[in-house]
């Protein structure tokens, strides 16, 4: 999100342009929305939609699945957890009971006792994740007065060595030095090294390890490669993990405005996969306070794998980047000027519909609709829903399978040569006409422009974040990881930086899971929006209302108003020139 922030009326009388009174008024961010205000309009919508008994306007789309109900889901099982150091709450998301522990920087001087029987943490990698939380484990633990000391390893001859020295990291003061030594003498193993990476070099890295040392993940893509194999982790090891949900720069970007609004930062989940010693609970709930997590939810890392693996195909990149793709050349194709059709598809999802969801809900967006403009959200809804699930569906399946995590290995052994065959890295994306629009629509915008709010575009990306929550809804996952893994991170992460620097900028410049992932899935997600949700408007297909009562009363909404409740009143801050480009891509540009 943009430094400046803006506010959404209940209801607005146009269905384009924001208000210029309206851009001046102060967003709150989604974690402290207005509760009278969200029940009121959820009573109000509701009432709008009576729901149907009958098959009557239903397309041919929804024959493929029965439409189900959101309130007869069975719950999931909750992954309750002790703790000797922090408090932990429990809370009620959609009637069922999950636990967490708040964050704050109050929290801080119990660090050493999470952090009990730990000298060193050695932070392996400096890539996405790296920076960040080796600069917010070092800074947490210098205001707790601790003296744990935080180092990083990197492999001999790296470029990476320059920018660690420049974030304060030294071999002097030995808190910068070789992978292989770092490990070896490190008590909390952070392998933050690229997914591709750890694949290739798990073996080595567990046998330096001490025993008894904890291994900390901040992804289960290890454990799928794993099981996929067939093997699991050394015995004498415990294995955890701090996954928070968002990017590096978000993750070090919200801690540095946390220093004056305290708690602020990205929200995370942790597991403990092995527990050698009974620690591991401690540790990755410090570690996740450390890092400046405002609530830390528990999960598993088979859950936490397939859910992110599965949501960076989904609606938090690869998704978005067919959908705009898609959107704007429709707009294009039927008259609208290229600078018009890049502010009506990417500027309003990564703009105003992210910055109404992140306020007030998915609810919201509706709601700021003229009534004409509501009938053609519900029409796109209508005939975009299930072609979205459809290919999220297939993907959370090649992700549970192990299918993904295969490709995205291979596609890293073919970064280099081998078996006489030249090396084929992967090719950037911005070249494209429609990123070089965006290019001049950003270059003239102004800073407290959040683009239009077109009931077209709305209508498609809130039905492809609905069908990702209910994919992950039927798959057994708690509410926590569904709303920060399908909603959270988007808008109050990733969607920022995208408003800031474009689309094609995030999908050359992040992890290189997920820019494989984009590369692969976008094209599906383009090609079935095309094909089928957008024949079924102009065809006329009737709304199927049943999708449209259930959307209007599903449970996730009240899900979501308790989660703005948790989190800082505080907007993530992001310039139009934000640096986010991985370190190797840097160097390699």
Not at 260 to 271: P, Q, T
Not at 480 to 501: C, Q, W, Y
Not at 512 to 536: C, E, H, M, N
């Amino acid at each position: 999100m943009a430094a400046a922030t803006t506010s959404v009326k209940a209801s607005l009388s146009t269905t384009t342009a924001v208000s210029s009174s309206a851009k001046s008024a102060a967003l709150k961010p989604l974690f402290i929305s207005s509760s009278s205000w969200y029940s009121q309009t959820l009573k109000s919508l509701i009432a709008h939609h009576v729901p149907t008994n009958n098959n009557g306007g239903r397309s041919p789309l929804s024959a493929k699945m029965a439409i189900s109900v959101p309130s007869s889901i069975s719950p999931t099982t909750p992954l309750d957890f002790d703790t000797s150091v922090f408090k932990k709450e429990k809370i009620s998301l959609a009637g069922h009971d999950e636990y967490i522990v708040r964050g704050g920087r109050h929290l801080f001087p119990l660090l050493d006792d999470a952090f009990k029987g730990i000298k060193q943490i050695g932070v392996i990698g400096w890539g996405s994740q790296g920076p960040a939380q080796a600069q917010n484990l070092r800074d947490s633990l210098a205001e707790a007065k601790s003296d744990i000391v935080v180092k990083i390893g990197l492999r001999k001859g790296s470029r990476s060595f320059a920018e660690a020295r420049a974030a304060g990291f030294t071999e002097e003061n030995g808190t910068l030095g070789d992978i292989w030594e770092t490990i070896a003498g490190s008590d909390l193993v952070l392998l933050l090294i690229s997914d591709s990476a750890q694949a290739d070099n798990y073996e080595k890295v567990f046998s330096h390890m001490k025993p008894n040392s904890i291994l900390g993940l901040s992804h289960g893509f290890l454990l799928g490669q794993l099981q996929s194999m067939g093997l699991d982790f050394p015995k004498n090891i415990s294995v955890i993990a701090v996954c928070p949900k968002g990017m590096g720069p978000s993750v070090r970007r919200l801690y540095v405005q946390g220093k004056e609004i305290n708690g602020a930062g990205i929200n995370a989940s942790f597991a403990v996969h092995q527990d050698v010693d009974g620690r591991a609970t401690d540790v990755a709930l410090g570690w996740s306070i450390a890092l400046g997590s405002p609530f830390t939810f528990a999960t598993t890392l088979e859950q936490e794998y397939r859910s992110d693996i599965f949501g960076e195909r989904g609606i938090l990149l690869g998704a978005v980047h067919g959908v705009v793709e898609c959107l704007f050349r429709r707009y294009v194709e039927n008259g609208m000027n290229e600078e018009l059709a890049y502010k009506n598809t990417v500027e309003c999802i990564t703009g105003i519909v992210s910055k109404t969801i992140s306020s007030k809900g998915m609810l919201a967006v509706y709601n700021s609709l003229s009534e004409d403009g509501k009938k053609r959200f519900e029409a796109v809804y209508s005939a975009s829903y299930y072609p979205c699930m459809e290919i999220l569906y297939e993907c959370y399946e090649d992700v549970a399978s192990g299918s993904e995590i295969r490709s995205v290995v291979l596609a890293g052994r073919r970064f280099h040569e081998k078996e006489g065959l030249p090396a084929f890295p992967m090719g950037k994306i911005d070249q494209t006409r429609m990123w070089k629009v965006g290019e001049r629509v950003r270059a003239t915008r102004s800073k407290d422009d959040l683009g239009q709010l077109c009931p077209f575009t709305s209508g498609v990306f809130v039905a492809l974040m609905m069908a990702q929550i209910e994919i992950l809804r039927k798959k057994g996952h708690s509410y926590s990881e569904i709303i920060n893994e399908s909603l959270i991170e988007a808008v109050d992460s990733l969607n920022p930086f995208m408003h800031a620097r474009g689309v094609s900028f995030m999908v050359d410049n992040c992890s290189t899971t997920a820019r494989l992932g984009s590369r692969k899935w976008a094209p599906r997600f383009d090609y079935i929006i095309s094909q089928q949700a957008f024949v079924a408007i102009d065809s006329g297909a009737p709304i199927n209302q049943d999708l449209i009562s259930n959307f209007l009363s599903d449970p996730v909404h009240g899900a979501i108003e308790v989660c703005a409740q948790l989190r800082p009143t505080v907007d993530i801050s992001v310039p139009p020139d934000a640096d986010f480009v991985r370190p190797e891509l840097r160097q390699s540009s």
